[in-house]
């Protein structure tokens, strides 16, 4: 099994940025990691949990159009760990944010997710 913490979250005003981190561990984590690829999703209140950026493991990138232009992935293959840095919040970027494999596979969970909460 795969397990992820992600971390870096935090309440933040309108037009402010946060790094989010996501760190993978399990004991084989390392060979899945690297050759796979990689998103950040997110769930808001009463939502379906939804895919805002992929990072492939050759590190292309895409974006769902809401977060493009703000929003940048990377991932560092060497320490298993992605980030997410998110600029120019908005108040509908407040939710829950995981990462996981893009798509996920059985052998990952889902890790406990780190809150952002945007004030307008």
């Known amino acids: 099994q795969v397990q992820f913490v992600e971390s870096g979250g935090g309440l933040v005003q309108a037009g402010g940025s946060l790094r989010l981190s996501c760190a993978a561990s399990g004991r084989i984590s390392g060979t899945i990691f690297s050759i796979n690829a990689m998103g950040w999703y997110r769930q808001a209140p009463g939502k379906q949990r939804e895919l805002v950026a992929g990072?492939?493991?050759?590190?292309?990138?895409e974006y769902v159009d809401s977060v493009q232009g703000r929003f940048t992935i990377s991932r560092d293959n060497a320490k298993n760990t992605m980030y997410l840095q998110m600029n120019s919040l908005k108040p509908e970027d407040t939710a829950v944010y995981y990462c996981n494999f893009k798509p996920k596979i059985l052998a990952s969970s889902w890790g406990q997710g780190t809150q952002v909460t945007v004030s307008s």
């Open positions: 990072i492939s493991s050759d590190g292309s990138t």
